[in-house]
């Protein structure tokens, strides 16, 4: 009796043996899902804290009041004026405190002893900020005094605080704005020629007091620069003469510049000068 034949069934190919190799797909929509679900998460909890308050306080109904007690502003608008302020804050002192001088000085002095990143910017930018505070202790003092205790012992307004905070900040730019500078954004700004301070804006004051801090800046540091590069011109010169040519004169040149500014004790000097240059 003959036996039949069994059927013949072709050997997987490599794509195939490779596809059952691996394992399932994943749920790419559940996944996706669950991942903006998590993303948006934390934006739900901060909205439901903000809106909490508000929606209690409505309770029975929804009813926001935006008056505080008093006719004033509601804490919560207060807080909203606070976030906005701070915000804003980077460039306030910027653009309306002795840090820009402060900070390009100290740009000058790294860059003219040839350091690359010593002192590394964050240094940089802390001895600029608490310098800047040293310089505006006494503006700062008065606005707090004029402005912020009495508003927040309630005697006076929010509006009526912030043109009191204006005033000391105004007379510390006055005093270091250059005329020709304030001239030019006068001009720029098509405002009739101030006869007196209080005739000058606020939007022409800053940009002229930002382009005197600048400019004096510079100033300090071109002086900064004329010792080390006169160390410079020395180093190069001697090379020059050794037939060293191919040997880097900033390498010999660093160690004398540093030698030089430890022994003037440069940071005391750059600091006395940068301070008093604000009296």
């Known amino acids: 009796m003959a036996v039949a034949p069994l059927p013949f069934e072709p050997l997987p190919t ?24 998590l993303l948006a998460f934390p934006f739900a909890v901060t909205l439901l804290c903000l809106a909490w308050p508000a929606v209690s306080w409505a309770a029975p109904g929804i009813n926001i009041n935006l008056d505080g007690k008093d006719g004033g502003v509601s804490t919560s608008l207060q807080i909203l004026a606070l976030l906005t302020v701070l915000t804003l804050a980077p460039s306030i002192l910027m653009m309306m405190t002795s840090f820009t001088r402060i900070i390009i000085v100290l740009g000058f ?19 600029a900020l608490f310098l800047s505070l040293f310089v505006m202790g006494p ?8 402005a912020i205790q009495p ?12 043109k009191r905070a204006e005033i ?8 270091q704005v250059d005329e020709s500078d304030l001239a030019l954004f006068t001009d720029l700004a098509k405002e009739p020629r101030p006869k007196v301070r209080a005739d000058v804006p606020t939007r022409v004051l800053i940009p002229a007091f930002v382009l005197s801090e600048a400019k004096t ?12 590069l006169i160390i410079d011109m020395v180093v190069a010169s001697t ?7 191919m ?3 900033v390498i010999i040149s660093l160690p004398f510049k540093i030698l030089l500014f430890v022994l003037v004790d440069g940071w005391h000097l750059i600091s006395q000068s940068v301070v008093e240059g604000f009296h």
């Open 139 to 146: 503006t700062l003092t008065a606005i707090n005094d004029t």
């Open 247 to 249: 040997l880097p004169p």
């Open 168 to 175: 000391p900040i105004r007379d510390f730019m006055f005093r």
């Open 151 to 162: 508003l927040v012992n309630g005697k006076i307004s929010e509006t009526t605080a912030l």
């Open 14 to 37: 490599l794509r195939e043996r490779i596809v059952q190799a691996l394992p399932p797909p994943a749920k790419t929509r559940r996944r996706r899902i669950l991942r903006r679900a």
């Open 109 to 127: 002095v790294r860059n003219a002893l040839g350091t690359n990143q010593l002192p590394p910017n964050q240094v940089l930018v802390g001895i």
């Open 239 to 245: 090379l020059m003469s050794m037939g060293m040519v």
């Open 217 to 228: 800046a510079f100033e300090i540091g071109f002086l900064i620069f004329i010792p080390f």
